[in-house]
C-alpha cells in the first residue's frame, strides 16, 4: 500500500521516474474501466470535444494502467480513454504501474477529486470512502487532496440528505448551496417539499435559506407541523397555477391572501383575450 506522503502528493506519485516506466501503446479493448471510480456521469458533450482533440492532436498524456490477469485496469484517465474509443482509435498511449487493488482505489477517488470536476455528491461520496475504506482522518484527506478541512467536513453534511435533494444536487438542478440550506431541518418530507419549491419557484440560494430560517425561527414541532402544512399549501398552489395555465395557454399566477385572494391571467391582446374567454368557456 502506498504512503499517506504518497497519497498527499496525488498522481505525481504514479508518474514515471526512470527510464523503466516506458509509455506504451496499450489496444482500448484490452483495457477496463477502474471499478473505484467515483465518477458516475460522464458529460457526452464534453467527451465528443475530446474526442475531436484527440484526432486532430492525438492523447497528448498517456494514461495510468494497472496490469490484471488477462487485461489492464484504468488507474487514471478514463475520459481520454473513452474518448479515444469515440475518435475511431484502436489504441492509446499508457504507463503501465504496478499497484495494488487498495492503493488504486485511493488514487482514482484522490485523482478525480484533485481534478474539480465532480458533482457535489460524488466529491462527498469519494470522501466518505476514503475515511472509511482507508480510515483516514478529515484532516488527511484534506491534505491529499489540497484543500481544507472545513470543505471536507461541509461536503460529508451533504450526504445526510434524503436521497431525492442528493439526486436533484447530482443533477445540478439545485447547486450545494440549495441542499446546504435544507440541513437545518430535521424533517426529510419538509426537505423535500422545499427542494421541489426550489426546483419550480427557481430560488436562489439567499431565498432558499430565508425560507429555511421562517421554519427554524419557529421551533418547536407544533410550528414545525404548522410550517409543513404551509409548505404543502404553496407547492400545491403553484401546481395549479401550472394546470390552469397549461389549459389557458397562458401564465396563471394564483396569489392567496388573508382576506382577499386573487388568480392573475396573463393576456397579450384583444385576440388573445377572446381566445382565453373561449377556453374557460365564456363564449357567447
Known amino acids: 500500500m502506498m504512503s499517506r506522503q504518497a497519497l498527499g502528493r496525488g498522481l505525481g506519485a504514479l508518474l514515471p521516474t526512470n527510464e523503466l516506466d516506458m509509455v506504451k501503446k496499450i489496444p482500448l479493448e484490452q483495457i477496463r474501466p477502474n471499478p473505484f471510480q467515483p465518477r458516475k456521469d460522464f458529460n457526452d458533450e464534453a467527451l465528443k470535444e475530446l474526442a475531436e482533440s484527440i484526432k486532430t492532436h492525438g492523447v497528448l498524456q498517456p494514461v495510468l494502467l494497472r496490469k490484471t490477469d488477462d487485461s489492464y485496469e484504468l488507474i487514471a484517465g478514463e475520459r481520454r480513454w473513452r474518448a479515444a474509443k469515440i475518435a475511431g482509435l484502436t489504441d492509446i498511449p499508457a504507463i503501465i504501474k504496478e499497484i495494488d487493488e487498495k492503493s488504486m482505489s485511493q488514487m482514482a477517488l484522490i485523482e478525480n477529486l484533485q481534478r474539480e470536476d465532480l458533482n457535489p455528491i460524488e466529491e462527498a461520496i469519494a470522501y466518505q470512502s476514503l475515511l472509511e475504506k482507508f480510515s483516514m482522518t478529515q484532516e488527511e484527506v484534506a491534505t491529499a487532496v489540497g484543500k481544507n478541512r472545513v470543505t471536507i467536513t461541509n461536503a460529508l453534511r451533504l450526504l445526510k440528505l434524503p436521497p431525492f435533494v442528493l439526486d436533484n444536487v447530482s443533477r445540478g438542478t439545485i447547486s450545494a448551496g440549495h441542499a446546504k440550506a435544507l440541513l437545518s431541518l ?88 377572446q381566445r382565453i374567454i373561449k377556453s374557460i368557456g365564456l363564449e357567447k
Not at 430565508?210 to 404548522?226: L, Q
Open 186 to 273: 430535521s424533517d426529510e418530507a419538509i426537505q423535500k417539499e422545499i427542494c421541489l419549491l426550489v426546483i419550480e419557484e427557481g430560488w436562489n440560494v439567499r431565498q432558499t435559506e430565508d425560507y429555511v430560517r421562517r421554519i427554524v425561527d419557529g421551533a418547536g414541532k407544533k410550528a414545525e407541523k404548522k410550517e409543513r402544512k404551509t409548505v404543502q399549501e404553496d407547492i400545491f398552489i403553484k401546481d395549479l397555477s401550472n394546470k390552469i395555465g397549461e389549459h389557458l395557454g397562458t401564465r396563471v399566477k394564483i396569489k392567496p391572501g388573508k382576506k382577499v385572494s386573487k388568480i392573475e391571467i396573463e393576456y397579450y391582446n384583444n385576440d388573445d383575450l
